[in-house]
């Protein structure tokens, strides 16, 4: 059975960072394609990041570019989010998604597979 958990939420200060884990499983190839989506109270859910984690190509949301790195383990079927000089507008829950092949869409319709989120709170 193919899932994904993500881990490692918190509440952090503004500036603050923190690291995101998404283990994958029920894979039995590098042929997927993780991806990082938000969703803030009252908002939509937006996309974040995105790997493939058979060539480790990476694709990012304007709005953490500079400040979010996208990383994957291959040997642990894991990818991180590490998150740098985090803002309050960055406070939202965040959910790990997969998805089978190779290409790096941004579309939430595109992704098969969903944990259950963890919660990100940047607050002082």
């Known amino acids: 059975q193919l899932q994904v958990v993500e881990s490692g939420g918190g509440l952090v200060q503004p500036g603050g960072s923190l690291r995101l884990s998404c283990v994958a499983s029920?894979?039995?190839?590098?042929?997927?394609?993780i991806g990082w989506f938000r969703q803030a109270p009252g908002k939509e859910r937006e996309g974040v990041s995105y790997?493939?984690?058979?060539?480790?190509?990476?694709r990012y949301a304007d709005s953490v570019k500079g400040r979010f790195a996208i990383s994957r383990d291959n040997a642990k079927r894991t990818v991180y989010l590490q998150m740098i000089s985090l803002k309050p507008e960055d406070t939202a829950v965040y959910y790990c998604?997969?998805?089978?092949?190779?290409?790096?869409?941004?579309?939430?319709?595109?992704?098969?597979?969903w944990g259950q989120g963890t919660q990100v709170t940047v607050s002082s």
């Open positions: 790997i493939s984690a058979s060539d480790g190509s990476t």
């Open positions: 998604a997969a998805r089978r092949g190779f290409r790096l869409p941004t579309r939430i319709s595109e992704y098969e597979y």
């Open positions: 029920g894979f039995t190839s590098d042929a997927y394609v």
